[in-house]
């Protein structure tokens, strides 16, 4: 399967352990694109819900119409992913905006 940061694939996350992210949902990758078309086995993702929590920086809320409800990164939920266990289809690809405001946060958050 081929797949490019800023991204969205609906992933299957179960099984999850603890307070991980479970069930059937939207993840963006994040990964590099150097890896991807390398066909590494792995993908670095970030989970997203559509649960209503209060917008945060390190939970930003992500407006894309492919998205039918308020739908907010979990960028305290980054992982990796094996691909082909768990990509089940493309859902569609961030603007450029936010896929700016993914990767930015993202540093904020480790910084």
């Known amino acids: 399967m081929n797949y490019k940061q ?6 299957r996350l179960n ?8 069930k059937d949902r939207p993840v963006i990758v994040i990964q590099a694109n150097e890896l ?14 559509s649960v209503s929590i209060p917008e945060t920086l390190i939970r ?3 407006e894309e119409s492919f ?10 939920q980054v992982r990796a992913v094996d691909v082909s266990k768990r990509f089940l289809k493309r859902v569609g690809k961030l603007s450029n905006d ?8 993202l540093k904020n958050l480790i910084s």
């Open 36 to 49: 991807n078309e390398a066909n590494y086995p792995t993908c670095i993702i970030v989970p997203c819900s």
């Open 60 to 62: 930003p809320l992500i």
């Open 98 to 105: 936010n896929l700016t405001l993914v990767i930015s946060s």
């Open 6 to 11: 800023g991204e969205v694939f609906l992933a």
């Open 67 to 76: 998205f039918d409800k308020k739908t907010y990164a979990l960028l305290d």
């Open 15 to 22: 099984p999850s352990k603890g307070k991980e992210p479970g």
